[in-house]
């Protein structure tokens, strides 16, 4: 049963929320700090957990830093990288390597049969050098299957994707300018595959702090800025571990699996209490990533931390607009449901979606 507890907050069996930062890289790759530096910075910022991706390397989590430290867990994955088809890749205990290779589909497979899972990254890709070190990399070939998530927003991509010589000064200094939210072709791929199966959105900063190649005195965003940007949400069943980390690992990596999380942008204000959840009429609660066939009489509920502009969306289009910390919907239709939230007109949280689907006739 869904209860509305005494800070307002809708809650149906006891949620532990977690936050953190997922698809950045250590010098293991080309990222410009080392691990014990990256995780100073993570409990710098209160992250609770750090799923780092270093280019084809597992070389953090060989060396032993993969755990617990202090409040901070980390996590190591890979970041697959070949030249286009980047893919995250999580829950492996060796490096499935990337270069030079074009066979997509099958270093997807690879990854689910060494029982692991991944999360196509910046699916739509970036800006060409000159100026940026970010290249294409574009995942091309949508017939792909077998992967967990989607990178719906990552920092680094949609600041450059703002930016040009003419205005890098300016948002530089004014970096939150240039946020502008989840390109639209990626959350419109989201919401297609959505209609078909099961799929998870995650938040990234792809984080790298290089100097960039023109500009040299400038180290582009240090790792402490931008773990306090886009982070991934999660919600647990159960309280994490210090003491272990099978535990820990586990209890993160099945709620990302699950879609139980959400993007927050952050460093706008805090997201974190934020609710999306349906009832059904027996009064079974769904979570948001849950999936769940449609019966009338089904609610959605919906609570935010600070009053703001909530979007519901259903199979892709707005579906309900509302101004306000709490909502409550009935509805009456099946549907992919999920929300955004705009804070002060600037893009804040997107939810996972809710997945209920027509009875078969
Ligand atoms: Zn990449
Ligand atoms: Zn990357």
Sequence with gaps: MIQ??????????QRYEYKGTIHLHSRYSDGSSTVPKII???????????MLTDHDSLAAMHDGYEGWHNQVLLLVGQEISPHTHHYLAFDLDKEIPGKYREDHQTLVNEVTE??????????????????FRVKGHAWKDWSIT????IEIWSYMIDWVDSVNLLT??????????????????????WDGVAQER?????????????????FRFIKFFPYEYLFRTIRTHVLLNEPLSPQSLPDSKRLIYDAIKA?????????????????????????????????GLFEGGTDLFISVPQPASIRLIRDGVLFHNAHGKMLRLP???AGVYRVEVYYDDQPWIFSNPIFLRKTKE
């Design 146 to 149: 077998g992967y967990t998530g």
């Design 259 to 291: 879609g139980h999380c959400f993007i927050g942008y952050d460093l706008l204000a805090d997201s974190m209490g934020f609710t999306f959840m349906a009832e059904t009429p027996g009064g079974a609660a769904l979570l948001m990533g849950d999936e």
């Design 198 to 214: 099961h799929v998870v959105g995650i938040g990234s900063t792809d984080a790298h702090a290089k100097p960039l190649p023109i």
């Design 4 to 13: 509305v507890n005494s800070s307002g907050h809708l809650t149906a069996t």
């Design 40 to 50: 100073q910075k993570a409990a710098d910022a209160g992250l609770d957990f750090v």
């Design 331 to 333: 509805i009456s239709q």
């Design 168 to 189: 890098f000064m300016y948002y530089y200094f004014y970096p939150e300018k240039a946020i502008t939210g989840p390109r639209p072709e990626t959350l419109c791929k």
């Design 114 to 131: 060494a029982g692991g899972f991944g999360i196509i990254a910046h699916p739509h890709g970036g800006k060409k050098p000159p100026l």
